[in-house]
């Protein structure tokens, strides 16, 4: 299976460099008279207009053989003798100017990168990390806080970061390297709305500064998102998009509110005010009662 792996990356990178060449050759009026994909004696092929589409027995390299080049190299490359010498004709490779045949030979190590872009774009599209536009704080832990960070504890829920350090944030990525990557020592913290500016001292070990990270809580709104089959939310009558308002009495404002109060009623019915499509709606869930390990003193609660 390693094997075929191998060789199938292999045809693919051979495939797509080899396509570099030929489609260069043709934009600039070159004949292509075959375009190989391996060495030696072909197995399979077919012939459409001027030139042939082959695969040979050798899977270690490709060719786009082109009007006028070594006839003998492409010759050998292709199993058989030497050809003669031929004058260049205006389709030939080397009847193109200089420009035209720098092109050409560059353009399958061009073709590589471009496709190497393109690969490694898509999968960070599809399956990268993405950074959440989000500059809020939600909330703070100070007994998580490491030394030398409890001024971080004064934030306000809601607050918005303006810079960590040297750092502009633009996003919740800004606030994570922000803290990661400043130099230790004094730490400029700037707010906005509202507007403070703390200072903390920060050490060198990234144990430490991880700590501040998972002392701080980015701002989520109160929405659901996803309703799980069989859940006490479905069960309760919840819906993607609803906005909890407030939850056992207590006003919520952003999503850590609403979970604070759900771990708290394991177990128990709970009255939830919500608001759908522009509307005000009760509804009641009772959580389920689960072991959790507390984040703080890492002893195991029945949380709801």
């Keep these: ?3 075929l792996a191998t060789m199938v990356l292999l045809g693919v990178i051979i495939f797509i460099h080899e396509l570099g060449h030929f489609l260069a050759a043709k934009s600039v009026g070159i004949e292509v008279q075959r ?3 391996g060495f030696g004696p072909k197995i399979v092929g077919f012939q459409r207009g001027e030139t042939e589409y082959v695969i040979c027995w050798l899977p270690l390299g490709g060719y786009v053989k082109m009007g006028g080049m070594d006839d003998e190299v492409m010759e050998r490359l292709e199993g058989g003798g030497s050809g003669e010498p031929r004058e260049p004709k205006p389709t030939d490779f080397d009847g193109k100017p200089i420009w035209a045949r720098t092109f050409v030979i560059s353009a399958g190590v061009i073709m590589n990168m471009a496709f190497a872009f393109l690969v490694y774009s898509g999968v960070n599209a599809a399956w990268g990390l993405q950074e959440l536009a989000e500059d809020r704080v939600a909330r703070v832990e100070p007994a998580l806080l490491p030394p030398g960070a409890e001024a971080l504890a004064e934030l306000p829920s809601g607050v918005r970061l303006v810079s960590v350090g040297d750092r502009e944030v633009g996003h919740w990525g800004d606030v994570r390297n922000g803290f990661l990557e400043a130099p230790a020592g004094p730490l400029a913290i700037v707010t906005g709305e509202p507007s403070l500016q703390l200072e903390i001292d920060i050490s060198a070990d990234p144990e430490e500064r991880i700590k501040i990270l998972r002392a701080l809580s ?3 709104d109160a929405e659901v998102g996803i309703v799980n089959p069989g859940s006490p939310a479905e069960k309760g009558g919840l819906e993607t998009g609803d906005r ?3 939850a056992a009495g207590v006003s919520i404002t952003n999503w850590y509110d609403f ?3 759900v771990e708290a009623n394991p177990g128990v019915r709970t009255e939830l005010s919500l608001e759908r499509g522009g509307r005000r709606l ?6 389920d009662a689960e072991e959790q390990a507390n984040r703080i003193t ?3 609660d029945t949380v709801g």
Excluded: N
């Design 259 to 261: 979970v604070d109060v």
């Design 244 to 246: 909890v308002l407030a």
């Design 298 to 300: 890492g002893e195991d």
């Design 1 to 3: 299976m390693t094997i």
């Design 218 to 220: 980015l701002w989520i």
């Design 35 to 37: 375009f190989s994909i």
């Design 282 to 287: 009760t509804r009641f869930v009772t959580p």
